[in-house]
């Protein structure tokens, strides 16, 4: 077994030399998915975010009160702040190096690791600015500080030239980065104004201390080209906003803001803002130090624990027993919400920060909360009250629905729709039960007296089944016939169909004797054979054998199946005396109901025949019903006969 492993003669090349490190921010370049979660629009301008993030940072911690974000004519984009400015000295561990190339050509450099520099801020793994810089094809920084004015430039993370002293700044601070992404990662994707406009709206309005511009040399039509956001309201602005003059349950938003520094001496805050509306979903929006995250997480989680649990108590302190079954789901129905807190080295889900992780900001942001709406619920009763009774109809509708789906289940399975024309049997259990399958209504008449009604149920066909095999699977579907026969048999299609399901022992295809009688036969089995072959493997299906001829000689009656048989029977007779009298059946309607019983549907007297795929052959069977089903009716008769025939011996 080992020798077989070794079959590979190739010279064996998987050596040291095959372990490449990748230097600098070679590993951008190549999967820039794991920095920037994709190459797609979204990712694109998630390079916008790391470096207004940058600026939010100075702001928050604050150095900056100014930022400009302007896309230009070229879809290259400026952020300028008024901050500190980015260090450009020489760095100590970087010999001929300013900070600068060091934050922008090298990951993991930052200021953001040991809260020295900035309290909470929204970068933290020293990686963004850099990403940034190796997927633009052109990227200028400019540093006012120190009464000096710096610029390096860069091209897809390389430095097109040192760090350049370019003029004084004697009143001027910050930092100013230019680039342009690159159209090797991000193809035919472009900024677009109007994703930007919004973004640095709501930036603005998560921190009141910055003043935002934009402007954009591109006119999408819809989007301001010039605008300045500065909301001292912060987030009750903003929610006010979003809900734009929609109905809420309380005038004035459940809004704060708490420093955890003063409550809990801890660095960070959280603030928040909340309505409900009966006009619309509820949302969260929630962010971290600024950054938005769409799902969720600690934060989000603190600050519904804090709600929750406050409208609980006010609900039994205002003696509302059914307050009790509030749940978090009732109050997000149509509950609008915005929570951002600032926290100390936060920790993100991935580099896009999409989910925060830090187990701490729950504590933080429940406790927070929780005091000031068990304040906000106590001093404004009306609104209080408004908010409780949505919150419980909430509650008794989600129970509602809830019992609504189980009693549908119930019935589901307790009323099983069948079909109208199916004659059922009376059993509840499976165990020795049989389904018929007969060829129209008259036969189902005589079939129907002829039955043992506990045990054998009828389903009669209309015309000729659907020549499954040349349907395309969508016909299948929707055919009446065979959607009664599913319905009938408790089973699906193909993929769908369990054997577990089947409501028969027996499947038994009863048709006349003769070729149409053959032909449904033949469609029925290509039928099962193609979207329902477990039941032939596991040996539900059978074909029963009505008999073509009725000869009776006084007392004696036989039936027979075909005409040898019969010559047989009228050489050597019956053993009775007289002429023999043959009486041929037209078809199953034509036997009455002690005829049929006795030959075909009695257990004690009939004869059956199991279908089977001859299991060494299983792809010529496949092929046998591919070509039987094709164009030669007479080949189909003629297979059904041979083997109605052969099958006699395996009479069961
Ligand atoms: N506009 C700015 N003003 C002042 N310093 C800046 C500015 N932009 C970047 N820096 C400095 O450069 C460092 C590296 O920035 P970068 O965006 O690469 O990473 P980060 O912000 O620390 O973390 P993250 O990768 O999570 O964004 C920052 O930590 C900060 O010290």
């Not at 406009?197 to 998560?206: C, D, G, H, M, T």
């Not at 969260?284 to 997480?297: A, D, K, L, R």
């Not at 007779?573 to 059946?585: A, Q, W």
């Not at 089977?612 to 007479?634: F, H, I, N, Q």
Request: proline fraction near 4%.
């Amino acid at each position: 077994m080992a020798d077989d492993l070794l079959t590979d003669t190739a010279p064996d090349t998987y050596d040291a030399s095959s372990i490449e490190v990748l230097e600098g921010l070679e590993p951008v370049r190549k999967r820039p998915g794991m920095y920037i979660g994709g190459t797609d629009e979204r990712a694109l301008h998630h390079l916008v975010a790391e470096i207004l993030d940058n600026s939010m940072d100075e702001a928050v911690a604050g150095h900056a009160t100014r930022i400009e974000v302007e896309l230009h004519e070229d879809y290259s984009l400026t952020v300028r702040d008024n901050g500190r400015g980015m260090p450009f000295d020489p760095h100590p561990k970087f010999p001929g190096k300013s900070a600068l190339e060091v934050i922008l050509c090298t990951l993991h450099a930052g200021g953001k690791f040991s809260g020295k520099s900035y309290e909470t801020s929204g970068g933290l793994h020293g990686v963004g600015a850099s990403v940034v810089n190796a997927l633009s094809d052109s990227m200028v920084v400019q540093v006012a500080r120190d009464r000096k004015l710096v610029e390096q430039r860069f091209s897809r993370g390389v430095p097109q030239g040192p760090l350049q002293e370019i003029g004084a700044a004697p009143n001027r601070r910050g930092t100013t980065t230019t680039f342009h992404p690159d159209e090797e990662i991000f193809g035919h994707h472009k900024f677009k104004p109007a994703r930007l406009f919004k973004s640095i709206r709501s930036k603005a309005y998560l921190f009141s201390g910055v003043e935002i511009r934009w402007k954009s040399a591109i006119d999408d039509g819809e989007t301001p080209q010039e605008a300045t956001f500065h909301f001292p309201g912060g987030l009750a602005d903003y929610l006010k906003e979003s809900l734009s003059g929609a109905m809420t349950y309380s005038e004035a938003p459940f809004a704060g803001r708490v420093s955890f520094q003063e409550r809990f001496g801890v660095p960070g805050r959280v603030e928040w803002a909340i309505n409900w509306t009966p006009v619309r979903d509820g949302f969260v929006q929630s962010y971290c130090n600024t950054v938005p995250t769409p799902e969720g997480g600690t934060h989000v989680a603190g600050f519904w624990a804090a709600v929750l649990k406050g409208i609980k108590a006010y609900g039994e302190l205002v003696n509302n027993r059914k307050a009790a079954q509030i749940t978090r789901e009732d109050l997000m129905a149509g509950g609008c919400a915005l929570v951002s807190c600032f926290i100390r080295e936060p920790e993100f889900v991935g580099q896009t920060k999409d989910r925060l992780a830090t187990v701490e900001a729950h504590r933080l942001v429940e406790n927070a909360v929780r005091d000031h709406f068990d304040n906000w619920l106590a001093a404004d009763t009306k609104s209080a009250g408004a908010i409780l009774d949505f919150l419980v109809l909430r509650a008794e509708e989600r129970q509602r629905r809830r019992q609504e789906k189980e009693t549908q289940r119930k019935t589901a399975t307790k009323k099983l729709r069948l079909p109208g024309k199916l004659t059922d049997c009376s059993a509840t259990n499976r165990d020795g039960t049989e389904l018929f399958l007969v060829e129209g209504d008259s036969a189902g008449g005589s079939a129907k007296m002829a039955r043992d009604r506990k045990t054998q149920a009828l389903l009669p066909l209309r015309g000729k089944i659907l020549n499954v095999l040349g349907a395309a699977s969508n016909k299948i579907g929707t055919n009446q016939e065979i959607n009664d026969l599913c319905q009938a048999m408790g089973v699906g299609l193909g993929t769908k169909f369990n054997i577990d399901d089947l409501r028969y022992d027996k499947i038994i295809i009863m048709t006349d004797a003769d070729v149409d009688g053959a032909h449904i036969a033949s469609l029925l089995m290509t039928f099962f054979f193609s979207q329902m072959r477990p039941l032939i493997d596991k040996g539900h299906l059978y074909l029963a054998c009505p008999p073509l001829f009725r000869l009776t000689q006084g007392a004696h009656r036989v039936y027979v199946q075909d005409e040898a048989e019969r010559d047989v029977w009228l050489e050597k007779g019956l053993g009775g005396k007289g002429k023999i009298e043959v009486s041929r059946f037209k078809g199953l309607g034509e036997m009455d109901a002690k005829d049929l019983k006795e030959t075909t549907m009695d257990v004690k007297t009939r004869k059956l025949i199991r279908v089977t795929v001859d299991e060494e052959a299983p792809g010529e069977t496949g092929d046998l019903v591919e070509r039987l089903m094709g164009k030669k009716p007479e080949l189909r008769f003629q297979y059904i006969q041979e083997n109605a025939r052969f099958a006699e011996g395996l009479d069961l």
